[in-house]
Each structure stands twice: as structure tokens, then as C-alpha cells.
């Protein structure tokens, strides 16, 4: 709801410098815009990524899965693709997303980073499988300086079978 405030005070500010023609502040508008807009964006499917253990959360996809099989093809095993994804989330410096995504080219999986509140919705070629938060709020509260406990940790409530819905029917959409 914040963030909904806050996206219809932005507007009202922006039709204002859009009817005077302040291009200066339309620029500074739009950024801020875009980073709300996409905060909100990755938190929507952050939460949905997620799930307490006794709903599923942590349950990896069966062995048969066309999404099991594709990470084995791509990582060798659902351990090793974790632990690549670990091993990007330690390099976010700061504020960002990790993101396994599915290419729409190449058809393959594939691991990225986004600084700040920034998503891949907006690279043509991707689809957003999972995205887990790396900024300091998601993880300081609980795991203090461990840092990596925290990404280490998170998947013991990721929501494989929503993952596993959207690698099925891979697409930019998100419920927000
Ligand atoms: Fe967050």
C-alpha cells in the first residue's frame, strides 16, 4: 500500500512537470518511478518464491520434472545450482537481486544479478524462474554479519512448485 501511495503522488508530480515541460524533473521522476515500481515488482514475486516448509517450502521438484532434469542438464545437480546461485548472490555488493531465470533465446537456465531495486522484466530475453533479495533488510534482522548463512538458509522455503509453474509456462508476467 506504501508503495501504491507513493507510485500515485509520483504521477501526479510527473503529469505536472509533463504539462510545464520540466525535463529535468521528468528525468528525475521516471528514476524514481522505476524504482519503486520495480521494488515492488520483485517483492511481489519474492514472496510468492517463497514458502514456510510445512506449505512446501524447500520441497525440490521431482526427480521426473522437466525443470529437474533441466537443471541437472545445466548444473549437473539441484546442490550445484544452488551453490553457483550462492556463490552470484555473495558477489552483490550493496543493494540487489539474484534472479535464475529462464532464457527465451537459448532456452536454457541461467543465473544474473540486478543492482538496486532493478529486475529483468525488462531484458527482452528473460523470464523470472526465482529472485531472492540481497539487500541488507532481508537478511541482517536474522543472520546479523552472516550474510551467507542467509543464502544458504533460503532455500529451505523456496517455493519450488511455484518456480517449477512458471519454468513450465515460462513468461514476463507477474501478479502484482
Ligand atoms: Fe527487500
Redesign the pocket.
Known amino acids: 500500500m506504501v508503495v501504491q501511495g507513493h507510485g500515485v503522488f509520483l504521477r501526479f508530480k510527473l503529469n505536472k512537470a509533463t504539462s510545464s515541460g520540466d525535463i529535468e524533473t521528468i528525468n528525475k521522476l521516471s528514476e524514481k518511478i522505476k524504482h519503486h515500481l520495480g521494488g515492488h515488482i520483485n ?1 511481489s514475486l519474492y514472496w510468492k518464491m517463497l514458502a514456510p516448509p510445512k506449505k512446501g517450502g524447500g520441497k525440490l521438484p521431482g526427480k521426473n520434472s522437466k525443470l529437474m532434469k533441466e537443471i541437472e542438464a545445466s548444473y549437473g545437480s539441484a546442490d550445484n545450482l544452488m551453490n553457483h546461485f550462492i556463490f552470484e548472490a555473495q558477489q552483490v555488493q550493496g543493494t540487489g537481486w539474484v534472479w535464475l531465470n529462464y532464457d527465451l533465446q537459448s532456452h536454457k537456465l541461467r543465473i544474473d544479478k540486478t543492482r538496486d531495486q532493478e529486475n529483468v522484466l525488462l531484458q527482452e530475453n528473460l523470464a523470472p524462474l526465482l529472485t531472492i ?1 540481497a ?1 541488507e ?2 537478511w541482517y534482522p536474522t543472520y546479523k554479519n552472516e550474510k551467507p548463512k542467509y543464502f544458504k538458509e533460503i532455500w529451505k522455503i523456496v517455493n519450488w512448485d511455484y518456480v517449477e509453474k512458471r519454468f513450465n509456462n515460462p513468461s514476463k508476467k507477474v501478479e502484482i
Open positions: 517483492h533479495d539487500w533488510h532481508a
